[in-house]
């Protein structure tokens, strides 16, 4: 593959294809990157972008300035890939575990809760996985299923079914040794400091991680940002197909099996406007 691709915010999912940036170089090939200041690159530099389970994640004021920022490093013509959850199905979702919840359907009731907690626990949580992850610790068999159909990949991640793919690097065990010796050093220090404090300094410190989601996304709105950011011939993609020459063989938003990565997503493509 010739043209020059950037996938922005990748994670431990990223491709050596590619021009790989997140906030931390957690493992060789990823550039360090606050994408909050800019992207990093000159105008049309690349061909395609693409980010997945970013935007969610950014305040609501910031997402458009950082699409543009997205146009602005695209070469005219070049393609955008966004993928978010899916506010839509999501609410869907919810409204047909209630209707079976109220019907007395089998398992409808941890059905609900999960779909309930799916929909505002990443936007409320105080804590690493939230209430959700506890709850999933407690899942049954039926509902285990049933995330596994809504989150695939993730859900594995959950109860730590997950190995190693062709195209997931995960960080060097040192990076991660060498962070968990600073964290807790200054979380002892600010204990220390902050006394009765120190629970709303963790809330206020956890918040402001980036693992929460700060706003949701459905076709409609995603598709209105696009536009506003300089993009047109703007459609609903699915996990494994792209107007990306050869998406499918990089397993970014699919698994070896070809499954999707993260079934509850939203998949967004747009092109550049050409001034």
């Known amino acids: ?10 994670g431990a999912r990223f491709h050596a294809d590619w021009v790989n940036v997140d906030l ?40 458009p300035a950082f699409l ?57 949580r105080n804590w690493y996985g939230g209430r959700l992850a506890l709850f999933a610790q407690k899942a049954s068999p039926d509902l285990r299923r049933f995330a596994l159909e809504r989150w695939g990949l993730e859900a594995r ?19 991660h040794f060498c962070k968990k010796i600073r964290t807790a050093v200054k979380n002892r220090l600010a204990k220390l400091l902050l006394g009765r404090d120190y629970p709303a300094y963790q809330s206020c410190l956890y918040r402001q991680s980036g693992e929460i989601h700060q706003w949701m996304y459905d076709r409609d709105s995603l598709k209105g940002l696009l536009e506003e950011a300089g993009f047109s011939e703007i459609s609903v993609a699915s996990a494994a197909s792209s107007r990306i020459p050869g998406w499918a063989e990089f397993k970014l938003d699919t698994d070896e099996n070809g499954a999707a990565c993260k079934p509850d997503s939203l998949f967004m493509e747009g092109t550049k406007r050409a001034r």
């Open 1 to 10: 593959m010739n043209c020059q691709m950037l996938n922005i915010g990748c």
């Open 24 to 63: 931390a170089a957690s493992a060789p090939g990823v550039r360090a990157m606050n994408i909050l200041k800019g992207l990093d690159f000159p105008d049309a530099s690349f061909e395609i972008v693409y980010h997945s389970h970013l935007l969610e994640h950014l305040p609501p004021e910031a997402a």
């Open 68 to 124: 543009r920022e997205c146009a602005r490093v695209l070469a005219p013509n070049g393609v955008l890939r966004v993928a978010v959850p899916d506010l839509e199905q999501i609410a869907r979702e919810y409204l047909r575990a209630l209707h079976d919840a109220d019907t007395c359907a089998a398992g409808a009731p941890d059905r609900l809760s999960w779909m309930t907690m799916e929909l505002i626990d990443q936007m409320t």
């Open 157 to 175: 991640r959950l109860w730590g079914e997950t190995g190693k793919s062709a195209q997931r690097r995960d960080a060097e065990p040192h990076i």
